[in-house]
């Protein structure tokens, strides 16, 4: 059952947005992930939202937590608290 990352983000521009896209993109992809949401035109229709929002699918909740947990994500990581601030969860499919 796919599986999905969901981030409302609010970016800070630099190298070290640079740098945590970079490889926070190659580690998504080497763990079967793919962006479907990448921070396009957001139209709030109820509530409040603000940030752009990414979705990522990964073809299981496993897959998923092995992403987040593995050591390459954690590459990324280290650039994260210059590059952004966010919400993130993870929700199965059906």
Same mark, same amino acid.
């Given at each position: ?11 800070? $521009? /630099?190298? /070290? *947005?640079?740098?945590?896209? #970079? *490889? ?8 079967? /992930?793919? %962006? ?10 109820? /509530?409040?939202?603000?940030? =752009? ?5 990964? $073809? ?5 937590? =092995?992403? %987040? ?16 601030? #966010?919400? *993130? ?6």
């Amino acid at each position: 059952m796919p599986a999905y990352i969901i981030s409302q983000v609010h970016m800070r $521009p /630099g190298p /070290g *947005l640079d740098n945590y896209r #970079r *490889l926070a993109a190659d580690s998504i992809e080497c763990h079967g /992930g793919k %962006y479907l949401v990448r921070g396009g035109d957001t139209d709030v229709l109820e /509530g409040e939202w603000s940030g =752009a929002v990414i979705v990522v699918e990964f $073809p299981s909740a496993e897959q998923a937590r =092995a992403w %987040y947990e593995s050591d390459d994500y954690a590459e990324a990581l280290k650039f994260r608290d210059d590059a952004l601030t #966010r919400n *993130l969860i993870l929700v199965e499919g059906v």
